[in-house]
């Protein structure tokens, strides 16, 4: 079976049965391409009177002599250079098909495994439409569920040696523009969890939690301009469109929002614990989604009473001048209390060892920018992940980096062991993630032409998957048509900020600049941004330059560089 499916186009796959062709209708796609590049990309497609489109997942028919189905998810949809409709699709594998592996997990008979394969298949070989539901890998399966409902617990790793708990970022069912236009009603797709919770814990939560889902209108809290009839669309566009502008929904994050709020909520409970590690690119959402968490849980707290009572902490590593006044600006919040670096970590192991854990909250603590606390003796990452193994300690911190591999890459053994194995990867958004951020922002708003929200979504999606940028390229593109007299956004603004912010000399020019000119620049940058200031001094970049260097693995340069 696997070799079948690598076999590419599946040229020898059976296609739709024609016992009577009178009554086959050809696949046709839903509307017109969304690319203008070759061959041309679909974003959904017709076959017998039923709708697929890009994330659905799907079965596949077999080969010639072959009875059985198997089941993939729709990556892509396009036509080849002959006009052949082709799908690109990600295949699951049924547990009989992976019995040579090792250590596999007991699983359900309505449990499939999630693959590192891609291949081309025609459209035609597509049998019919399925859900694949993305459990976490401790969350029992129901035993009652629709025929067609299918679930994912378990990726293959690369090389099929190994069982990984699948992703957490995997679409189950991407939700496409064509359906939001016919369906009035928002729809999500939330991963329920069973909770699991001490015979101490007073109650257990039955609620499912999900991510507040967008409204007809979306309602932004950063501005009160919003509300003023003498406003443009333009302008009320680039209000929307702004960083700092928090909308009330928080889009295509709800399977990590659903981790983070069950990791959190379980040792609020217990009043326990613990260390979760958030790594991801700048601008995926994954500060914005632990904010949206803690939201929802102090909700929960003063409105329904069933999650206790907690202190929250937000540390930010950008606005530190050194490590070790992290120690400071924690004492601050949550004592109160003003003291020096070094005094600061005798009153808080006081404080954390004569905490009574049947009386006191717990502390929830968010350290933003993980990686800008590192010191060559690690001994501010030592202390902080020492405090969440205290027992009668109910310390759950939230570390959030932009690096998937500094534990493994720059943090020493027994750091290394006190963070714990709890990780959460947020991926770059793909671009049906970022249109529906768009889309989200400016819902009724008729500013932006189709092609233009398609194009910077693509772009963006292709370049970093940065969810900042997204919205800074369709806020330049506003200033653009309105600078120019345009009633609308439209393909040729997105493309003039494109060239404006990737393909201008500047950029150019740091982007083909060597690795010891782009960290120098950065050190630079982290040390203006850190201390808040215009201008900094040699000796400080220096030490940052350094400090770089070492995360990178690249320490002899600096060391020739100071000498």
């Known amino acids: 079976a696997r070799a079948w499916r690598q076999t590419g186009r599946m040229a020898k796959g059976s296609k739709r049965r024609k016992s009577n062709p009178s009554k086959v209708r050809k696949p046709m796609w839903i509307e017109d391409s969304i ?20 994330g659905n997942s799907c079965h596949v028919r077999g080969g010639k002599g072959r009875d059985d189905e198997f089941t993939c998810e729709i990556d892509r949809l396009y036509e080849d250079i002959n006009g052949e409709m082709l799908a690109k699709v990600r295949w699951f594998y049924w547990p009989n098909e992976l019995k040579k ?12 495994f999630l693959s590192h394969e891609y291949s081309p298949i025609d459209v035609e070989t597509i049998s019919k439409k399925c859900n694949v539901v993305l459990l976490p890998s401790a969350t029992k399966v129901p035993d009652k ?6 679930y994912c617990k378990w990726m293959i790793a690369k090389g099929y040696k190994a069982i990984l708990p699948a992703l957490p970022s995997i679409p189950q069912a991407v939700k496409h523009q064509q359906e939001e236009e016919r369906n009035s009603e928002s729809r999500a797709t939330s991963v329920s969890i069973k909770r699991k919770t001490s015979p101490n814990a007073t109650k257990t939560l039955k609620k499912k939690r999900s991510l507040p889902q967008p409204s007809s209108s979306v309602k932004i809290q950063s501005t009160k301009r919003l509300h003023k009839e003498d406003l443009s669309s333009f302008e009320v566009a680039r209000e929307r469109l702004h960083v700092s502008a928090v909308p009330e929904s928080l889009p295509c994050r709800q399977a990590e929002f659903d981790q983070i709020y069950a990791f959190v909520e379980l040792r609020l409970q217990e009043h326990t614990g613990g260390c979760m590690y958030i790594s991801g690119m700048p601008g995926t959402g994954k500060t914005a989604t632990v904010l949206e968490v803690v939201n929802e849980l102090r909700q929960s707290t003063v409105t329904e009473g069933d999650v206790p009572t907690f202190q929250f902490v937000h540390l930010n590593g950008l606005n530190l001048t050194n490590p070790q006044q992290v120690f400071q600006v924690f004492v601050k919040q949550l004592i109160g209390k003003t003291s020096s670096a070094a005094s600061a970590v005798d009153k808080l192991n006081t404080y954390f060892s004569s905490m009574e854990p049947d009386t006191e909250g717990s502390i929830l603590l968010l350290v933003d920018e993980l990686d800008m606390l590192w010191t060559k003796k690690q001994a501010v990452f030592y202390t902080i992940f020492e405090w969440c193994t205290w027992p009668d300690t109910p310390l759950i911190l939230l570390a959030i980096a932009n690096t998937m591999d500094l534990p493994e890459r720059m943090l020493i ?19 049906k993630q970022l249109l529906e951020i768009l889309l989200a922002r400016l819902q009724d708003l008729n500013v932006f032409e189709r092609d233009a929200m398609l194009l910077a979504a693509r772009k963006i999606a ?13 806020r330049r593109a506003t200033e653009i048509a309105e600078q120019q007299g345009s009633s609308r956004v439209g393909i040729r603004h997105i493309d003039a900020v494109v060239k404006e912010m990737f393909f201008s000399l500047k950029v150019m020019a ?16 982290a040390d203006l941004v850190r201390c808040s200031v215009d201008e900094t001094t040699l000796e400080q970049v220096y030490s940052t330059y350094c400090n770089l260097c070492s995360m990178k693995g690249n320490y002899r340069a600096a060391q020739n560089i100071g000498g």
């Open 35 to 54: 690319s203008k590049t070759t061959p041309p990309s679909y974003i959904g497609v017709c076959i017998e009177g039923k709708e697929l489109f890009v």
């Open 101 to 112: 592996l090792k250590s596999l997990p007991s699983v359900s008979p309505k449990e499939i």
């Open 145 to 150: 569920s629709p025929r067609d409902t299918l």
């Open 413 to 431: 053994g027994r750091v290394t062991s006190r963070l714990g194995l709890t990780r959460l990867e947020f991926l770059p958004y793909g671009f």
């Open 462 to 474: 292709a370049m970093s998957g940065d969810a900042r940028k997204a919205l800074d390229v369709c």
């Open 510 to 525: 740091v982007k083909y600049a060597s690795l010891q000119e782009k960290l120098l620049l950065q050190s630079i940058q």
